[in-house]
């Protein structure tokens, strides 16, 4: 089983749409949870991270972390063209362990006109 | 410049080669990485360094050789290489290798294909 789990899409959705991007993890040392946005060509960027349980809003974006259930979500409201790239989960334990990262593989989205 | 910058942006090179990649980063951070992204398949680290010291290696074939002279400058040497070895290879760097609120700021990648 791998460490993290992420639906590799496509994802295609019309602008304006909510989107829902989603991982689930089997580790429970993880605490520390990043999403991180990929456009072609280019190198990850950081969205988001957050280290509680619950809901962390940032402009459109809105991570959330439910521990219990080993679950993650990034949801994009009013999706827009521009929001077309691979999303990447990643995480890591709070303490210790240096500042080595686990990924998703990635959802690779896309927004049309 | 500004961030992480990676040089070349593409590299084709045969087995039998020796080449290098080289990532500069101007953020006045303390920690520098290598990762290899091959598609469909999860970002794997390969090589942590802290204040230029190696303190990661993450069980990589010695093809691979990293070398950090200074704590703005990372290589990737690279000799008698395999085609699986094709992938973008992704520098990265933090302000500290420890710590939680210490986010990867990514450069844009190598795309090495081996022929």
């Known amino acids: 089983q791998k460490e993290v789990e992420q639906d590799p899409g496509p994802l295609s959705v019309p602008e304006g749409a909510i989107v829902s991007l989603n991982c689930t993890y089997s580790n429970s040392a993880f605490q520390y949870f990043m999403w991180y946005r990929q456009y072609s060509r280019k190198g990850p960027e950081l969205l988001m991270y957050?280290?509680?349980?619950g809901n962390k809003e940032d402009g459109r974006f809105t991570a959330q972390v439910d521990k219990s259930s080993k679950y993650i979500s990034l949801f994009i409201r009013d999706s827009q063209p521009s929001d077309s790239a691979t999303y990447l989960c990643?995480?890591?334990?709070?303490?210790?362990?240096?500042?080595?990262?686990?990924f998703g593989t990635g959802t690779q989205l896309k927004v049309e006109l | 410049e500004t961030g992480v910058t990676q040089t070349p942006r593409h590299l084709v090179m045969g087995m039998t080669n020796k080449k290098s990649l080289k990532c500069e980063q101007h953020l006045g951070h303390n920690a520098m990485y290598w990762y290899k992204q091959s598609a469909k398949k999860p970002l794997e680290l390969m090589f942590v360094?802290?204040?230029?010291?190696?303190?990661e290696n993450n069980s990589v074939p010695s093809r691979f050789s990293p070398e950090c002279p200074n704590s703005s400058h990372l290589f990737l040497h690279l000799h008698t290489l395999q085609p699986e070895d094709s992938a973008l290879y992704l520098c990265?760097?933090?302000?500290?290798?420890?710590?939680?609120?210490?986010?990867?700021?990514f450069g844009n990648g190598t795309r090495l294909t081996v022929t």
């Open positions: 360094y802290s204040l230029e010291e190696r303190v």
């Open positions: 990265a760097s933090s302000q500290t290798a420890q710590g939680a609120s210490s986010p990867l700021h």
């Open positions: 957050t280290y509680s349980s």
């Open positions: 990643a995480m890591r334990v709070l303490t210790g362990g240096g500042n080595k990262l686990t």
